[in-house]
């Protein structure tokens, strides 16, 4: 198939842009227009100084209420996961079961199964179990929360994965089971992994198909770049994508630590790969979630006995990490409570660096004393705020008092750490103005607390906007071509439909439209 053609829309890789303003990120570096060519700044300024320089022939475009900012790279994505799904049985907002049983019923399985994700029970008042979905569809049934760390499966989809009441459970991981010690239907962490070999894999060519129309999704939306966390088919997937020459999202893409033995014998490292796809960190996950009561605590959750528990014994881990930096392979560790997120920072304090940073993913809920380590050791890391849009009732409900150290963005900033912005799509929306309202104004969908939930850790604007460009660039080793809009720098940026004078505004901006987007100098989506 050829896909050569379907993402870029504009002439060359050459283009003028005249804006309201161009938000550079880079000191020293304003105005309210930009030169690109060969795919490359090569001027930004006051319009007038700027059109001097421009070439006869290069395309310009007028975007007097537009404000121009570096591309927005989404630091955390399960893409494939998402574009996948996007194909599959939404359940994201099923307020009821009822709800979300009446879209499962209207579904049409595919090869047998019906697939889909985005449940999440934490509202519901009767849990999720076999029985109610064995009454809606007799075939199989495998549905992925909202968070991605638990699985929903009827009778059939049990007995296709062969998991039953003698099935033990894995470390990291439990099959949720009625008094009679039969599974519910519930699988949480790493026990969903049993099931995943019975579910039908899509073909190769459908899981392009998907990729490309995620990719023009991510381009409607201001994104240009992305982090991926995801298996191995779908890095030959993105391969496959530039050998055709249609990948047009920059990607780094964190292998699974599954597939370290492999990395180290190809002698792949993290910073390898082309202008589209660099390899990144090995994916490592210490703990599970807060929805399901799994991130791993150093106390017990309120009004609880229960501390989570961590997903990997502290020997994997660190020998994982240590065989992984030893051969130039960074690691990026999934870490959401504080007792997590401390043994993310013991375990790579011991690493030695590598081409691209160490990273801790999500580091959610983090203990005062460990807020500011992350900074002297060199690791960055890597916070998604769409997630507090949700989770303000659920971080009060389960941590408590703990929670002052929960998406403490300008407390990680304050400590002089490296921090990257993303969504982990689709536990949340891939649309970065949601993240930026989050980060900006820490207030839940339904627009409360009105002064914002712990209003000592809000960003402005500025430092938001440098969390999704210069700080996803330091976290791929790009900062020296990418993240900022200067001279020499990669044309990648982005013109968004705002009132200039509210731009700035967290309500304005989420309400902006992308108007024009450009990766490596070529238009990929102009509204």
Known sequence: MDRGHLGPTGPGRNGFVRAARVLAVAPDVSGDALWWEAGRIRAVGA????????????????????????????????????????????????????????????????????????????????????????????????????????????????????????????????????????????????????????????????????????????????????????????????????????????????????????????????????????????????????????????????????RGMPITTVEYAREAVRVAAGAGIAATVHAIGDAAVRRALDLLAEAPRVGIPHRIEHFQCVHPADLGRAAGLGIVVSMQPAHLLSDIPLVERFWGARGQGAYAFRSVLAAGTTLAFGSDVPVASIDPREGVYAATTRVGQDGTPAVGWRPEERLDFAAALRAYTEGAALAAGAGHRRGTLAPGRDADLVAWEVDPALAAEPAAFRHARARLTVVGGEVVMRA
């Open 47 to 306: 319009a007038a100084d700027v059109a001097r320089l421009v070439p006869p022939g290069t395309p310009v475009y007028e975007l007097p209420d537009a404000w121009v900012t570096p591309g927005f790279v989404d630091a955390h994505t399960h893409f494939a996961t998402w574009a996948l799904g996007r194909r599959r049985v939404q359940l994201a907002g099923a307020r009821t079961r009822t709800e979300a049983l009446t879209r499962i019923a209207a579904a049409v399985p595919v090869g047998g199964w019906i697939l889909g994700q985005g449940w999440d029970s934490n509202a519901w008042e009767v849990l999720p179990d076999r029985g109610a979905l064995d009454a809606v569809h007799a075939g199989p049934v495998y549905l992925d929360s909202l968070d991605l760390h638990a699985a929903w499966l009827n009778s059939a989809a049990l007995a296709a994965a062969r998991i039953g009441r003698d099935t033990p459970e894995p470390f990291g991981g439990r099959i949720v089971r009625d008094a009679a010690g039969e599974p519910t239907g519930l699988l949480l962490d790493r026990a969903v992994e049993l099931a995943l070999p019975a579910l039908p894999a899509p073909s190769d060519d459908v899981l392009l198909a998907a990729l490309v129309e995620g990719q023009a999704e991510a381009h409607r939306l201001g994104v240009t770049g992305i982090h991926d966390v995801e298996t191995e088919q779908v890095l030959a997937a993105f391969r496959r994508l530039e050998a055709e020459d249609a990948l047009r999202l920059r990607v780094l893409f964190h292998p699974p630590a599954a597939a370290l033995t492999r990395l180290v014998a190809e002698g792949v490292r993290s910073g390898q790969g082309s202008d589209w796809l660099v390899i990144g960190g090995v994916k490592l996950f210490l703990d599970g979630s807060l929805g399901k009561q799994t991130a791993w605590m150093l106390a017990p959750y309120e009004g609880s006995r229960d």
